[in-house]
């Protein structure tokens, strides 16, 4: 499959090194990919600001850069989220195939096992990991169910969870309250700096008392913001990309 790899904005300026680990994974799984240097951001910070019109511009553009690939594939479950939930809310894409077009980009973890249908990737990672449940790949993307939907939902594992399970010497360890938002959330962690970090902390907590060596997801901005707080206090697990995981063994490039 022809695959376009979208990078978000904050990958690019501040880890670009899980660009490069989705690119391989990507490769290992059997995809050509393509990668557009003229990307830029999706639009998400202006959305959740309020600010549609510039959101509705950044979209617009978005789909124009990514308008002739088979399959958009990203690193990010909140970027994905905004393409595929926002966009038609802000009126993006005139053109009658817009929607069919968002509905073709996933999140890295779910291309692999839902649309692919792969879940070993000869990858080895020999420690013990805790996986954060992103809100937008829960609640937004549907990838896991949220413990809100109660004790007798059925309960069928995430792309994550299929595929940590399948990483040689990984131990996938569960915390208390396993998908309970890290305090991120984006703009709120500049507008309730205080609150967030009291999120943030706690969840920290909850991983380094499951006996995590790690903690991964497939948001960078989720783990930037927990592995801040690890730097800072001094305690918990530290925070890894599930691409660089599902990368490991694999060549640099």
């Known amino acids: ?49 309020g600010a549609r019109r510039e959101a509705k511009r950044l979209a617009e553009r978005h789909l124009a850069r990514f308008a002739e690939a088979d399959a958009v594939v990203c690193p990010s479950a909140s970027c994905v989220a905004t393409v595929r939930r926002r966009y038609a809310e802000l009126g993006a894409g005139g053109a009658p195939d817009a929607e069919r077009q968002t509905q073709r980009t996933f999140e890295l973890g779910e291309f692999l096992v ?45 792309p994550a969870d299929v595929l940590l399970a399948a990483v040689e010497g990984l131990e996938l360890v569960s915390a208390v309250r396993p998908d309970e938002c890290c305090g991120f959330g984006g703009a709120f962690s500049v507008t309730h700096p205080e609150l967030s970090g009291r999120m943030g902390r706690a969840r920290l907590r909850a991983f380094a008392d499951a006996g995590a060596d790690y903690v ?26 599930l691409a660089e995981i599902l990368a490991n063994g694999a060549p640099a490039p």
Request: contains cysteine; proline residues 8%.
């Open 1 to 49: 499959m022809n695959v376009s790899l979208f990078v978000p904005c904050y990958v690019d300026q501040l880890a670009p090194e899980v660009a490069w680990a989705t690119l391989r994974v990507l490769e290992r799984a059997g995809c050509r990919v393509h990668y557009d240097p003229a990307q830029t951001c999706c639009g998400q910070p202006f959305l959740n600001l």
């Open 114 to 158: 839902r649309e692919l249908g792969q879940t070993k990737l000869g990858a080895r990672f020999p420690y013990r990991v805790a996986l954060l449940q992103s809100c937008h790949g829960l609640r937004e993307l549907g990838l896991g169910t949220p413990s809100e939907h109660g004790p007798g939902a059925a309960a069928e594992p995430s």
């Open 216 to 241: 991964t997801s497939s948001d960078l901005s989720c783990l930037l913001h927990l592995d801040g707080i690890r730097r800072r206090e001094g305690f918990g697990p530290r925070a890894i990309h």
